[in-house]
T-cell receptor, first 109, second 117 residues
Framework: AQRVTQPEKLLSVFKGAPVELKCNYS??????LFWYVQYSRQRLQLLLR??SRESIKGFTADLNKGETSFHLKKPFAQEEDSAMYYC???????????FGAGTILRVKS | GAVVSQHPSRVICKSGTSVKIECRSLDFQATTMFWYRQFPKQSLMLMATSNEGSKATYEQGVEKDKFLINHASLTLSTLTVTSAHPEDSSFYIC?????????????FGDGTRLSIL
C-alpha cells in the first residue's frame, strides 16, 4: 500500500535556524516524491520534486531509498517560510498523488 | 502561471440537496482533473480522477453514484454531491494537469467548503 507519513503536525523554529520537515513513505515500486506548500490564504502549490534535484526558495530534499525518506531541509529559516507543507508521492510517471497529513511550519522572529 | 478556478468557495445547504462544484482551468487545457476531499486536520484524499470525454476513475470506497463527476471539456470538470447529508460536509479540492508531453504538475483550486445542515 502507498503511504506517506509526516510525523510532526507542527514545527516551530526561530528565524535563521535550520529547518527539517520529515517525510517517510511506504511504496512497493519506484515512487516519485514531491513537496507541496500552502501559504496562508493561498492555494496548494508544488514546491519541489525529487526528480528535478533543484533548490527552490532555499529548500532541498533528497530521496533516501534505504530509509524511505524525503525530508525537506533549509539551512536558515525565514519568516515567509511559515506555511503548511505536504509531502506526496506518486508512481513514477503516474497521475495520482498520495499526500501526507501535512506539517505546519512556524518561523518565529 | 496556470490557474485553476473552483466555484463556489463555500456552500451551506439542507440535507437532501444536491450540490454542484465546478473546477475550471483558466489559461490551459487539462485532459486530466482530480477531485480530493479533506477532513479537518487530515490530509487530502483522492476521490476520483476525471478524464475529458470519458468516465471518471473512482478510488476505492468512493461511491460513484453519490459523487457524480463530469468532464465534458478540456477546461471544466464538475463534481455533484447528490442528496447530500451531514456526513458529506467536508473541504473539496480540485486540481488540473495541463495536457502535453513530459512531466506536468497538478495545479490546485482554492477548494470548496461544503456544510450540510
Amino acid at each position: 500500500a502507498q503511504r506517506v507519513t509526516q510525523p510532526e503536525k507542527l514545527l516551530s523554529v526561530f528565524k535563521g535556524a535550520p529547518v527539517e520537515l520529515k517525510c517517510n513513505y511506504s511504496y512497493s515500486g519506484s515512487p516519485e516524491l514531491f513537496w507541496y506548500v500552502q501559504y496562508s490564504r493561498q492555494r496548494l502549490q508544488l514546491l519541489l520534486r525529487h526528480i528535478s534535484r533543484e533548490s527552490i526558495k532555499g529548500f532541498t530534499a533528497d530521496l533516501n531509498k534505504g530509509e524511505t525518506s524525503f525530508h525537506l531541509k533549509k539551512p536558515f529559516a525565514q519568516e515567509e517560510d511559515s506555511a503548511m507543507y505536504y509531502c506526496a508521492l506518486s508512481r513514477k510517471g503516474g497521475n495520482k498523488l498520495v499526500f501526507g497529513a501535512g506539517t505546519i511550519l512556524r518561523v518565529k522572529s | 502561471g496556470a490557474v485553476v478556478s473552483q466555484h463556489p468557495s463555500r456552500v451551506i445547504c439542507k440535507s437532501g440537496t444536491s450540490v454542484k462544484i465546478e473546477c475550471r482551468s483558466l489559461d490551459f487545457q487539462a485532459t486530466t482533473m482530480f477531485w480530493y476531499r479533506q477532513f479537518p486536520k487530515q490530509s487530502l484524499m483522492l476521490m476520483a480522477t476525471s478524464n475529458e470525454g470519458s468516465k471518471a476513475t473512482y478510488e476505492q470506497g468512493v461511491e460513484k453514484d453519490k459523487f457524480l463527476i463530469n468532464h465534458a471539456s478540456l477546461t471544466l470538470s464538475t463534481l455533484t454531491v447528490t442528496s447530500a447529508h451531514p456526513e458529506d460536509s467536508s473541504f473539496y479540492i480540485c486540481s488540473a494537469r495541463e495536457s502535453g508531453q513530459g512531466y506536468q504538475p497538478q495545479h490546485f483550486g482554492d477548494g470548496t467548503r461544503l456544510s450540510i445542515l
